[in-house]
C-alpha cells in the first residue's frame, strides 16, 4: 500500500501551484500534491547517483516501456518506428501547429477545453473555430452536425481533441471516434489528439486511444502521450508523439527537430522508463484514492453546497463544477472565493465557450487538503449568498 494521505509540504519548492500566500489553498494548475511513484524516485536516484550528464540519447527500453504500457494497458500495438520523443505535450503541439499549418489557418477544437490549446493556436497567428460539445446538465456529447458544418466551411487544417477531455473528465468513445475519424479525412484535416490524461481514470474504465479505433483514424492522426500527468512528473520535460502515418510522421518529426524538442535531459528518458515499467502498481492505487476523493466533493456538495453540482467524468483529477446557478461569471466568483476563503480554482471561462459559469477544482491531494477545500468553497459560496 502506498501513502496518499501524508502531506507534503511544497512551499518553497519553486512550485508554480504553491507560490501563493500562507493561508492560501491552491487547488488549480493541473499537478498534483502527491509525491511521485517510489520506483521512479528510485530511477531519479540511480541516475543522478551516477554524476554525470551530458546530451542524451533514447535507449530501446524507452520505445519498449511505451509500446508494452500501451499494449497491456490500452490494448493497443503501437509500431517502435512511429514513436518520436518530445520534451513536452504543449512543446510538441505548438511545434506541430507552426510546421503543419500556416498563419491564418483554421484550426478546430472542442470547447471547453485545454486553455493552453487556445494559446498555442493564438500566439502562433492561427484562427480557432471552437466547436460547442452539447451539454446536457449532466454530461457532454459532441454535436457532430456541427463538427461537420465547421470541417465543410472553414477550410481547416487540423482540429485538436483531448482524449479524455480536459476540463470535463468526459471519456470518449470508439463511435465518437470513428465519427470524427471519418469526418476529418472527408475533409482532409489532420487530427491531433492530446492524451495526456489517459491514466487518470475511474478503476474499471477504458479509455480509447483514438489510434485505436480504424485505420482511417490511424492514418489520419498525431498522437500526443507522457507519462508526466498520471505519475505526477509534469514540468520534467518528457513526452512522446505517435504517428502511425510514415509521411505524417517524417513532418511531425522534422518539425520537433526544428524546434529543437527532440533531445532528452538526463532524467527524461528514465522518467518514462521507470512510470512505465514499474509504476503500475502505485498508478492502480492512485486511480482508486482519485476515485474516493471524487466520491467524496461529490457527497459533500449534495449536502452542503447544493447550488453547485459536479459534473461527472470518469477521467482526471479536474472537477468541472457546475455553478450556473449562481449567475456569476466565473472569473468574478472564482476571486470572490480566493478573497473571501483563500481558495484557488481555475475559473471555467479560461476553457473556451461554454466554461462560464463553472470552476475546475483540482482534487489530486490528501483528502485532509481536499477537505479543508471544500471547506473553503462552502463558506465562499456562502459569503456570496451572505452579500447578495
Ligand atoms: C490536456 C493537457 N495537455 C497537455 C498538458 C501539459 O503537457 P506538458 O507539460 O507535457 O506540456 C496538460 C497539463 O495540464 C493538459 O491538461
Known amino acids: 500500500m502506498y501513502d496518499f494521505d501524508s502531506i507534503t509540504d511544497r512551499r518553497g519548492t519553486d512550485s508554480i501551484k504553491w507560490d501563493v500566500d500562507e493561508n492560501e489553498l491552491p487547488m488549480w494548475v493541473a499537478d498534483m500534491d502527491f509525491p511521485t511513484a517510489p520506483e521512479i524516485v528510485n530511477a531519479f536516484s540511480e541516475r543522478l547517483n551516477h554524476s554525470v550528464f551530458g546530451y542524451g540519447k533514447l535507449k530501446t527500453?524507452?520505445?519498449?516501456?511505451?509500446?508494452?504500457?500501451?499494449?497491456?494497458?490500452?490494448?493497443?500495438?503501437?509500431?517502435?518506428?512511429?514513436?518520436?520523443?518530445?520534451?513536452?505535450?504543449?512543446?510538441g503541439i505548438t511545434s506541430i501547429i507552426r510546421h503543419l499549418t500556416a498563419p491564418g489557418d483554421v484550426i478546430i477544437m472542442f470547447s471547453p477545453t485545454y486553455?493552453?490549446?487556445?494559446?498555442?493556436?493564438?500566439?502562433?497567428?492561427?484562427?480557432?473555430?471552437d466547436v460547442d460539445l452539447n451539454f446536457s446538465g449532466h454530461d457532454y456529447s459532441i454535436d457532430f452536425k456541427k463538427?461537420?458544418?465547421?470541417?465543410?466551411?472553414?477550410?481547416?487544417?487540423?482540429?485538436?481533441?483531448?482524449?479524455?477531455?480536459?476540463?470535463?473528465?468526459?471519456?470518449?468513445?470508439?463511435?465518437?471516434?470513428?465519427?470524427?475519424?471519418?469526418?476529418?479525412?472527408?475533409?482532409?484535416?489532420?487530427?491531433?489528439?492530446?492524451?495526456?490524461?489517459?491514466?487518470?481514470?475511474?478503476?474499471?474504465?477504458?479509455?480509447?486511444?483514438?489510434?485505436?479505433?480504424?485505420?482511417?483514424?490511424?492514418?489520419?492522426?498525431?498522437?500526443?502521450?507522457?507519462p508526466t500527468k498520471a505519475f505526477?512528473?509534469?514540468?520534467?520535460?518528457?513526452?512522446?508523439i505517435y504517428v502511425e502515418n510514415k509521411i505524417l510522421r517524417k513532418r511531425v518529426s522534422c518539425?520537433?527537430?526544428?524546434?529543437?524538442?527532440?533531445?532528452?535531459?538526463?532524467?527524461?528518458?528514465?522518467?518514462?522508463?521507470?512510470?512505465?515499467?514499474?509504476?503500475?502498481v502505485w498508478l492502480n492505487e492512485l486511480n482508486e484514492y482519485i476515485y474516493k476523493n471524487k466520491m467524496i466533493v461529490n457527497d459533500y456538495l449534495h449536502r452542503e453546497?447544493?447550488?453547485?453540482?459536479?459534473?461527472?467524468?470518469d477521467a482526471t483529477y479536474l472537477l468541472w463544477l457546475d455553478c450556473t446557478s449562481l449567475n456569476i461569471d466565473s472569473k468574478s466568483l472564482a476571486q470572490?472565493?480566493?478573497?473571501?476563503?483563500?481558495?484557488?480554482?481555475?475559473?471555467?471561462?479560461?476553457?473556451?465557450?461554454?466554461?462560464?459559469?463553472?470552476?475546475?477544482?483540482?482534487?489530486?491531494?490528501?483528502?485532509?487538503?481536499l477537505l479543508d477545500g471544500l471547506d473553503r468553497l462552502r463558506r465562499g459560496i456562502e459569503s456570496i449568498n451572505t452579500i447578495e
Not at 232 to 240: E, H, Y
Request: net charge neutral; aromatic share 10%.
Open 336 to 369: 470572490r472565493i480566493r478573497k473571501e476563503t483563500g481558495l484557488f480554482l481555475m475559473a471555467g471561462s479560461y476553457y473556451g465557450n461554454g466554461g462560464n459559469g463553472f470552476l475546475r477544482m483540482n482534487i489530486a491531494c490528501p483528502q485532509t487538503m
Open 305 to 313: 453546497i447544493p447550488k453547485i453540482r459536479l459534473i461527472w467524468g
Open 232 to 240: 505526477n512528473l509534469a514540468g520534467l520535460q518528457t513526452s512522446a
Open 61 to 91: 527500453e524507452w520505445f519498449n516501456a511505451y509500446i508494452n504500457w500501451w499494449k497491456s494497458r490500452h490494448d493497443f500495438e503501437m509500431k517502435k518506428e512511429g514513436l518520436i520523443f518530445c520534451s513536452g505535450v504543449v512543446p
Open 255 to 280: 518539425a520537433i527537430e526544428k524546434d529543437e524538442l527532440s533531445m532528452p535531459n538526463s532524467f527524461a528518458a528514465s522518467a518514462a522508463i521507470a512510470a512505465f515499467n514499474y509504476g503500475e
Open 147 to 226: 463538427l461537420e458544418d465547421a470541417l465543410g466551411k472553414s477550410d481547416a487544417k487540423l482540429m485538436i481533441i483531448c482524449n479524455p477531455q480536459n476540463p470535463t473528465g468526459t471519456v470518449w468513445n470508439r463511435n465518437d471516434f470513428e465519427r470524427i475519424g471519418e469526418l476529418c479525412a472527408k475533409y482532409s484535416v489532420t487530427i491531433v489528439s492530446d492524451e495526456i490524461h489517459c491514466d487518470i481514470i475511474t478503476p474499471g474504465t477504458k479509455y480509447t486511444p483514438f489510434a485505436a479505433v480504424s485505420e482511417t483514424c490511424s492514418n489520419n492522426s498525431i498522437i500526443c502521450i507522457a
Open 115 to 129: 486553455n493552453h490549446f487556445y494559446n498555442c493556436i493564438q500566439d502562433n497567428g492561427r484562427r480557432i473555430l
